[in-house]
């Protein structure tokens, strides 16, 4: 008898294409990543950044369309604050306040259309 892959299995393999991410990120922010890759395109497309500041990593997903916030996680995929977005644009106000300067590197843009 062949061995066959059940088609629940199958379509599973299939449907979970994996995002081209640009740089090494933890687990949970790679499966974030990859949730955005696998729902519907933002707009505008999504895009992750890593911000390095005073010796902590951080990453920042953009938001999706107007007034929403744009979150950043430690890499622990805990919310830290919201640095842009809301109503007013300046974010939630309950960011740190970083003494050194953010070195921001693009980690993954959505390029589909």
């Given at each position: 008898?062949?061995?066959i ?30 949730k ?34 744009s ?43």
């Open positions: 008898m062949k061995n892959l059940p088609l629940s299995v199958l379509m599973v393999l299939v449907s979970c294409k994996k995002p081209d991410i640009k740089t090494d990120v933890p687990d949970c922010i790679e499966q974030k990543i990859s955005l890759y696998n729902d519907k395109v933002q707009n505008p497309p999504a895009k992750v950044y890593k911000w390095e500041v005073d010796g902590e990593v951080y990453y920042l997903f953009t938001a999706d369309c107007c007034d929403q916030y979150y950043l996680y430690d890499e622990e995929c805990k919310v830290v604050c919201a640095p842009t977005g809301g109503f007013t644009g300046g974010g939630d106000g309950t960011c740190p306040e970083w003494q050194g300067e953010v070195v921001e590197t693009l980690v993954w843009e959505d390029d589909r259309d």
